[in-house]
Each structure stands twice: as structure tokens, then as C-alpha cells.
T-cell receptor, first 114, second 115 residues
Framework: EAGVTQSPRYAVLQEGQAVSFWCDPISGHDTLYWYQQPRDQGPQLLVYFRDEAVIDNSQLPSDRFSAVRPKGTNSTLKIQSAKQGDTATYLC????????????FGPGTRLLVL | AQKVTQTQTSISVVEKTTVTMDCVYETRDSSYFLFWYKQTASGEIVFLIRQDSYKKENATVGHYSLNFQKPKSSIGLIITATQIEDSAVYFCAMREGNNNNAPRFGAGTKLSVKP
């Protein structure tokens, strides 16, 4: 069974630039999460979906961040105008509610904003 | 609101010994799920073990086991016969029983296993 895949693996931006991250969850997983992990900290939830519906986006900086999962499979997280404070690893995870909802993580995208 | 606290920033042990990593949580729900994950130096996060709140028996998987103390809201991870490759950052996470809650993570404990 293929794991969670993410792309790109690395991104380097100047402040003000936009970037998109893409995630392909484990096949059959109905729930998809995006986490931000600053250096030396634990993952912090940004947004998560069940199928195509947003369940919780209360931690997503809505003025610059957006996330979609239009068909309930792949998802895209976008930062409209990056700031140096956005420097972090962006992690995608997926789970299946019917199997106890254990999360499985992708390799992450390391973002550096200069 | 759910909260997860890992007070040990780092631990260093000699290989083949046993180590315990602490985690305490806060929740108002009577039903919840507890998880431990390992993050390797490459950044990969791997699921290790889970404990469902309604289960009284401590979970065990390979050389990982849990010390679930429900009255103390505590879920310790025990690694027996540690190996060099166990060196990593370990995260505790909790999800409340409502299906619309996402897991929240602690800050992590860095484990160094030395020869």
C-alpha cells in the first residue's frame, strides 16, 4: 500500500511570493490533515478535511493560507504571500475514521522564506 | 479544549537499557485516543502505538509499551532494550472522542541512544 505523498519536498521563497503544496493521501482514507511544524516544535494543526468537506480550519491564517480537497482525494495548501514566520515543515497526514483514525504522515515539505 | 504536554525536552540513555518518556494530557471528554509517534532525523513521522481511553490494558507493540494512568491523565511511552536507531524525537498526541476533533501533539522529547 502506497503511503502519503507530498510535493515539492523543499521550497525556498522570497517574502511576498506564493507557493502551493500538494498531498496525495493513502488510498481509501477519508480524512486528510495539514500540519505546520516549526523547527524544534510539534506539529500544529492548520486544517483538516473529511472527504471534500472542511471540518476545522480555525487555525488556518485565512488571509494568506487556503486549502482545498475538491474531490475528497488529493489536497492543495497554498500560501498567498509568504512571510519569514511561515518558515517551517508542512506535513500532510491521512486517516480512515472507520479504522480508529490513526494518522499516517507524508514526508513533509520544508519551506524557507527569506 | 484538549492539551498535550511533554515536559522532557531531551533524554540520553545507553543502548540496551529501558527508557520512559512522559506525557500528560487535558480533556473534558470521557472518550479519547492517545498516540505516540517517532520523528527520525530525516523528518519522517512514523506511528508507533496507541491507547484507547476505554481500554484498561496497556498497549504493547514490539519493544514499545505504554503506561496508561487514567486518573493522572498520563500516558508514558516505554522503550525496552533500546537501540542506536531508536534515537529520534518522540511525540505524544491525543484526539478527543468526537469524530470532528483532530489529534493535537505535544512538543516532543528528543531521545539519544548511545553505545
Amino acid at each position: 500500500e502506497a503511503g502519503v505523498t507530498q510535493s515539492p519536498r523543499y521550497a525556498v521563497l522570497q517574502e511576498g511570493q506564493a507557493v502551493s503544496f500538494w498531498c496525495d493521501p493513502i488510498s481509501g482514507h477519508d480524512t486528510l490533515y495539514w500540519y505546520q511544524q516549526p523547527r524544534d516544535q510539534g506539529p500544529q494543526l492548520l486544517v483538516y478535511f473529511r472527504d471534500e468537506a472542511v471540518i476545522d480550519n480555525s487555525q488556518l491564517p485565512s488571509d494568506r493560507f487556503s486549502a482545498v480537497r475538491p474531490k475528497g482525494t488529493n489536497s492543495t495548501l497554498k500560501i498567498q504571500s509568504a512571510k519569514q514566520g511561515d518558515t517551517a515543515t508542512y506535513l500532510c497526514a491521512s486517516s480512515f475514521l472507520g479504522r480508529g483514525d490513526t494518522q499516517y504522515f507524508g514526508p513533509g515539505t520544508r519551506l524557507l522564506v527569506l | 479544549a484538549q492539551k498535550v504536554t511533554q515536559t522532557q525536552t531531551s533524554i540520553s540513555v545507553v543502548e540496551k537499557t529501558t527508557v520512559t518518556m512522559d506525557c500528560v494530557y487535558e480533556t473534558r471528554d470521557s472518550s479519547y485516543f492517545l498516540f505516540w509517534y517517532k520523528q527520525t532525523a530525516s523528518g519522517e513521522i512514523v506511528f508507533l502505538i496507541r491507547q484507547d481511553s476505554y481500554k484498561k490494558e496497556n498497549a504493547t507493540v514490539g519493544h514499545y509499551s505504554l503506561n496508561f494512568q487514567k486518573p493522572k491523565s498520563s500516558i508514558g511511552l516505554i522503550i525496552t532494550a533500546t537501540q542506536i536507531e531508536d534515537s529520534a524525537v518522540y511525540f505524544c498526541a491525543m484526539r478527543e472522542g468526537n469524530n470532528n476533533n483532530a489529534p493535537r501533539f505535544g512538543a516532543g522529547t528528543k531521545l539519544s541512544v548511545k553505545p
